[in-house]
């Protein structure tokens, strides 16, 4: 479920990679320059630096998070199942403990089967499948 005041913004896996090795490079320093200013009694700018180490802490979390459990519905007896490693059944729902950012993922579409009007035409429910399987929600 996306968060609809504040959404997270899609991006490229290597869109995602950079910012993590920013959000790193950043919680380094930021511990560093904290560290100095409790050494040297410099409190005044001690709640802002706080903050943005804070602040990177939770953008990192989120770029990184794992599913913690999978939540799938049990076979003929319809019982809700949380497991720790995703089961081989494709309709489980990961669950996290931080909202992970959205990946874009490419999708191969399928070849046009047809033209009409110097148009060319592909099968809904080919299109719908190749959007699904690489990890998308569709709407019907």
Known sequence: MQNEQYPMPAMTEQERQVLIADCEEDIKMLKVVIARCEANKIFSRMPLHKRDLCTRQIALAALTAKPVFYRSIGGASGREC?????????????????????????????????????????????VVSAIRAAGYEVKE
């Open 82 to 126: 949380l497991d720790r490693i995703k089961p081989k059944n494709t309709d489980s729902q990961p669950l996290y403990t931080a909202p992970p950012v959205q990946v874009l993922r490419p999708v191969e579409l399928p070849r046009p089967y047809g033209m009409q009007d110097h148009e060319k035409w592909l099968n809904q429910k080919e």
